[in-house]
């Protein structure tokens, strides 16, 4: 069975343009509980770690930048099969391509800046959550 909890961040595009209240009562309205939740900011060298995944791929020094360019939020969220639910809240990665009423679709920008991260499987929204949140501030 898929598990109930995953990650996600409201990216600096999203913050700075004043976004961050929208987006979260979209998430609560569609369902998911917030269980931790902390405003603040990558370094080039912490979104560097966290997007570790993608190191080989064209974008990911322009990524690095993007992600430590503002504020952040992360979150994470807790909802039967949450992974596969909150990444259909979010749409598509290229907002372009996103279905109507996504938060992608939306408010997000391009396809590097689009508003908000999601898990894309229980194992990396369990190591995506413990990267920004200690057991203690999960409630
Ligand atoms: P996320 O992991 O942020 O939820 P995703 O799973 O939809 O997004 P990934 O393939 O994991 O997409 O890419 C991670 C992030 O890298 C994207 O959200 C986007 O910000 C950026 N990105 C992905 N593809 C491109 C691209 N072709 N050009 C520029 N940026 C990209
Ligand atoms: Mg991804």
Redesign the pocket.
Known sequence: MSGNRTF??I?PDAVSEGNTGAILRMIEEAGFKIVAMKKTALTGETAGKF?E??KE???YK??CA??SSGPIVALILEKDNAVADF?KL?G???PADAEEGTIRKLFAK?????A?????ADDTAAQEGSFFFAKTEQF
């Open positions: 996600s961040m990216k997007y995944v993608h791929r064209p974008f322009d990524l993007y992600m990444r979010i598509a990665t290229n391009s396809i590097e800046a689009n908000v991260h999601g898990s894309d």
